[in-house]
């Protein structure tokens, strides 16, 4: 079966506009994750969704945002780019809420804030 | 201080050889996941634990969570290992996932 699948693969941004990045979870499953990863920072958790309603989020400002569809599909915002924000953003799927399940990563959208 | 910390962040090894990378915690966890990062940055799920161990194929995953500490072992490196492995706790209280900063894998031929 599909695997995550995360689009755009790339893009480019100019600070203070807004992007929204997509995530498809593998067929079945109904918890979406994101995360971001940097090379000062590493990886670090975003937020997670599960049955359209964010269940959990990470330690970042109000300027990101996400939301899950009827069908998990999942969406995160970032408005008023940054610099900083340029990054690996990661989406990962898993069949029930938690990390209590094996976690299947899309292969990231690589953003960058000029 | 990191609440996951692990070593080494760098290893250089000969193919053949067993590998142990360490991963320490300093927060109660619910679980523990390992992840391999290939450059160009897909994460593939190694291992997630509870407690124990687990093994598939050359990898073994060992959990000790008294000492909140566990390992991950290669055994018979091969050049396609190389990659960074990241560590991952669930921390019990609020299930926030917090990552280690990886300890990169060279397996040289």
């Known amino acids: 079966k599909a695997g995550v699948t995360q689009t755009p693969r790339y893009l480019i941004k100019t600070r203070g506009q807004q992007v929204t990045l997509s995530c498809s979870p593998i067929?079945?499953?109904?918890?979406v994750s994101w995360y971001q990863q940097t090379p000062g920072q590493g990886l670090q958790f975003l937020f997670e969704?599960?049955?359209?309603?964010?269940?959990n989020k990470g330690n970042f400002p109000g300027r990101f945002s996400g939301r899950q569809f009827s069908n998990s599909r999942s969406e995160m915002n970032v408005s008023t780019l940054e610099l900083g924000d340029s990054a690996l953003y990661l989406c990962?799927?898993?069949?029930?809420?938690?990390?209590?399940?094996?976690?299947?990563f899309g292969e990231g959208s690589w953003l960058t804030v000029v | 201080k990191n609440e996951v910390e692990q070593s080494p962040q760098n290893l250089t090894a000969q193919e053949g050889e067993f590998i142990t990378i360490n991963c320490s915690y300093s927060?109660?966890?619910?679980?523990l996941h390992w992840l391999q990062q290939h450059p160009g940055g897909g994460i593939v799920s190694l291992f997630m634990?509870?407690?124990g161990k687990k093994k598939h194929g050359r990898l073994i995953a060992t959990i000790n969570i008294q000492e909140k500490h566990s390992s991950l072992h290669i055994t018979a490196s091969h050049p396609r290992d190389s990659a960074v492995y990241i560590c991952?706790?669930?921390?019990?209280?609020?299930?926030?996932?917090?990552f280690g900063a990886g300890t990169r894998l060279t397996v040289k031929p």
């Open positions: 067929s079945g499953h109904r918890s």
């Open positions: 991952a706790v669930v921390e019990y209280n609020n299930n926030d996932m917090r």
């Open positions: 634990l509870s407690s």
């Open positions: 927060v109660g966890i619910s679980a």
């Open positions: 969704y599960f049955s359209e309603t964010q269940r």
């Open positions: 990962a799927s898993s069949r029930d809420r938690g990390f209590g399940n094996t976690i299947y």
